[in-house]
Structure formats: C-alpha cells, structure tokens
C-alpha cells in the first residue's frame, strides 16, 4: 500500500518560532509536493520538487523554504511563524511519468499562537 | 479570467446521478485534467483522469469536450458516503504548476 507520511497531525506553535514539517512517501516518486489548505481558498501550492536538492517555487512561497536532501523526504519550514500561517499543510508525491496522479499524506493541522 | 473555477457546493440525494463541472480556461494543451476526492481530516485522493472525450472507472466517469475548456465529473447513484469536497486539477498553459480549483462541497441527502 503506497504511503505518505507527515510528521504530526496537530501542532501548535508560537508566533516568531522556527517550525519544520516532514513529509516522507515510500514510492520511490521524483515529484513532491506542499500544500496549504485553507476554507473558500482549496489547495495552494507552497513549492515543489522534481528531484533530489531541487524545488520550484508555488502560488504562496512567501515565507516558506523547503529541503529534500533525500528523494524520500521532502521538507517545509517557516524560518518565522507568524498567526496568518495557521492552516491544515498537506504534502503530496507523484511520479514523473504520472506526475498529476499525487498521492497524498494526511495533512499537519498547524495553529500558531 | 479566473485560472481554474468550479461551484463551491452541491446537494444531491440518494440514488441520483451527480455532475460537477470545472471550467479550465488557460489549461496547457498537452496535460491531463485530474479530479480528487477529499473526506475530512484526510488528504485528497485520485478519483479519475482523462484528457479528451470520456473516461469511466469503477468509481465516477469524466466527460471532456473537445476544446478542453471545462471538464464534468459523473457521479452515478450517489450514496451517503460520497459527501465529501471534489477537486479539479490541471495545469496552466506554459507553466508546470499544479493548479487545483477551490473545491465542490458535496452533501448527498437520505
């Protein structure tokens, strides 16, 4: 059974802190993806990866950086949180040859105080 | 003009068929049109894909007009359990991002 995992479910940070979400998928897939969910708005695309050390720029970069060191792993931290990042953040991964097929993660539940 | 738009909710009941419509009006004109499925507190999950005329699968059908300007997702028979929030996805002409539409609300009735 194909697999993404984010490292929490819920979080709950301060305004002002480093936060780092992980995401890791066991597919073997070049492509991944961050979301931010937000209500009226759907899914917005943060950045993406086609490759190892590689990222691409979404809709909502802005204050956002990502890392992906390993082809498993992908990555998405805000350097500084602030109140109007608290939103469900998904990640997604999707193969080259299939690169709209994403499989998804269950999404980190983020709330900064 | 708006990227990529479909109807913020629907209601439907029971047994009937469902059909939600996206328009695409800058889609590429080499990529896929990609529809998704979202319960809550769960990711999206891949429904059906198709990039001209109709595709069916077990779960819904997708009807695609020649000119690719918009796309009608096909839900037979509704039940209960297909409540749940629906998700285009295409990609803009000239560019590789991923564009989602902001999401159908589907309520299906007893």
């Known amino acids: 059974d194909v697999k993404v995992t984010q490292s929490s479910r819920y979080l709950v940070k301060r305004t002002g802190e480093k936060v780092f979400l992980e995401c890791v998928q066991d597919?073997?897939?070049?492509?991944m993806f961050w979301y931010r969910q937000d209500p009226g708005l759907g899914l917005r695309l943060i950045y993406f990866?086609?490759?190892?050390?590689?990222?691409e720029k979404g809709d909502i970069p802005e204050g956002y950086s990502v890392s992906r060191e390993k082809k498993e792993r992908f990555s998405l931290i805000l350097e500084s949180a602030s109140t109007n990042q608290t939103s469900m953040y998904l990640c997604?991964?999707?193969?080259?040859?299939?690169?709209?097929?994403?499989?998804f993660g269950p999404g980190t539940r983020l709330t900064v105080l | 003009l708006a990227k990529t738009t479909q109807p913020i909710s629907m209601d439907s009941y029971e047994g009937q068929e469902v059909n939600i419509t996206c328009s695409h009006n800058n889609i590429a004109t080499n990529d896929y049109i990609t529809w998704y499925q979202q319960f809550p507190s769960q990711g999206p999950r891949f429904i059906i894909q198709g990039y001209k005329t109709k595709v069916t699968n077990e779960v819904a059908s997708l009807f695609i007009p020649a000119d690719r300007k918009s796309s009608t997702l096909s839900l037979p028979r509704v039940s209960l359990s297909d409540t749940a929030v629906y998700y285009c996805l295409d990609r803009q002409g000239g560019s590789y991002i991923p564009t989602f539409g902001r999401g159908t609300s589907l309520i299906v009735h007893p």
């Open positions: 997604a991964s999707s193969s080259t040859g299939d690169k709209d097929t994403q499989y």
């Open positions: 597919m073997d897939h070049e492509n």
């Open positions: 990866s086609y490759d190892v050390k590689m990222k």
